[in-house]
């Protein structure tokens, strides 16, 4: 099969992107990307405010398009982040990609955010052995899903409430930290003891693949008011410890049961170094393949869609210009 080059393009949540990727067989490199994040325009309202997070897609996406589309030299296809995530805001990337799409000819491909995010996987990597178990972990989503090969995904188990990344951003918000409040979490977190506080393992010894943060970011409240001259440093370290201890356990419980070849890592909160190297550690162990994208790319981004995008391509799923749509609650 000829190499193929796939131009991407995320709108889904609070960055802008696009990129172009080639793709050759496994191996996935990134030709071009232009980001923008939209962070210092959330942070003074504690959070991403869907409406001006379109806007501001709006403003943002032709610039960036423009640095990395060439009319010379087109693209095979065009991946688009269609859902999960804010409803305006998808909407402006797909949009835009259904735009060009029928300017160009160029065919179209709907990407899955969660989809895109297990994807960053393959961008410079080895290739991956399946069955592959997935830990999805960001802002919106704490969910661990099984591919028995590309394209195939059985979600094993999601949050029941809230996702890992919102519990450090609730946490980091209780501390008087911006937002995203979870990078700060973890910094302070290194100074730490992580026995100082014992914060509560939902869902650990229980049976299945499911999570739940909403019970662990209360007792940090009620922590947080009982205990007005805490130690912050400890505070972060043992609640940190605590939401690791959950992923990677629950993670190295499926990756037994299920018998697979390899563990794979994505989304926000994979940027965690704890939670990196202690899995990293714990798949080791067990002698299996661990893989985590370079940090950049656990962040939102259009590498990772147009990769998704590539695989969609090879396998010719592809969606035409008048039926895609965005999707904000679209379930892999
Ligand atoms: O995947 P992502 O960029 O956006 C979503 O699709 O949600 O994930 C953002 C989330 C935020 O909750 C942020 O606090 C968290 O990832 N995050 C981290 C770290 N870096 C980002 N959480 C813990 N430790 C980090 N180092
Ligand atoms: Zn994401």
């Not at 501390?175 to 914060?199: M, Q, W």
């Not at 010719?316 to 008048?322: E, G, S």
């Amino acid at each position: 099969m000829k190499p193929l080059r796939i131009l991407g393009i995320e709108s889904s949540c609070d960055d802008t992107s696009i990129a172009l990727v080639e793709g050759n067989g496994e191996n996935v490199r990134i030709l071009k990307e232009a980001s923008k994040s939209q962070i210092d325009i959330h942070k003074e309202f504690g959070g991403v405010v869907p409406e001006v997070a379109a806007r501001a897609h709006s403003e943002m996406i032709m610039p960036l398009l423009k640095q990395v589309y060439s009319k010379k030299n087109p693209p095979d296809a065009i991946a688009v982040t269609s859902g999960p995530g804010l409803a305006t805001a998808l909407m402006v990337g797909v949009e835009t990609a259904r735009t060009l799409s029928f300017a160009t000819g160029i065919p179209l491909i709907s990407v899955n955010h969660i989809e895109g995010h297990m994807y960053s996987n393959w961008i410079n990597s080895t290739p991956i052995q399946f069955p592959a178990l997935c830990l999805v972990v960001s802002g919106g989503h704490t969910e661990l899903i099984l591919m028995k090969k590309h394209l195939s995904f059985k979600k094993l188990g999601a949050t029941r409430d809230d996702a890992a990344g919102e519990a450090f951003d609730k946490a980091a918000k209780l501390l008087g930290f911006e937002y995203p409040g979870g990078p700060k979490i973890s910094r302070a977190a290194t100074d730490g003891n992580v026995n100082a506080i014992k914060f509560p393992r939902p869902m650990l010894s229980e049976p299945g693949y499911e999570f739940s943060f909403a019970g662990l970011k209360t007792s940090a409240l009620y922590y947080v008011q009982k205990h007005p001259s805490l130690s912050v440093a400890d505070f972060c370290a043992s609640y940190e410890q605590a939401i690791v201890d959950v992923l990677f356990g629950k993670t190295v419980r499926a990756a037994k049961e299920f018998k697979v070849k390899s563990v794979l890592l994505c989304g926000g909160v994979a940027a965690n170094k704890k939670l990196r190297a202690t899995l990293e550690h714990e798949v080791a162990e067990l002698g299996l393949q661990f893989s985590a994208p370079p940090i950049p790319l656990c962040m939102d981004n259009a590498a990772m869609i147009a990769t998704a995008g590539y695989f969609k391509a090879r396998a010719k799923i592809y969606t035409p210009w008048q039926k895609i749509s965005a999707n904000p609650q679209w379930e892999l």
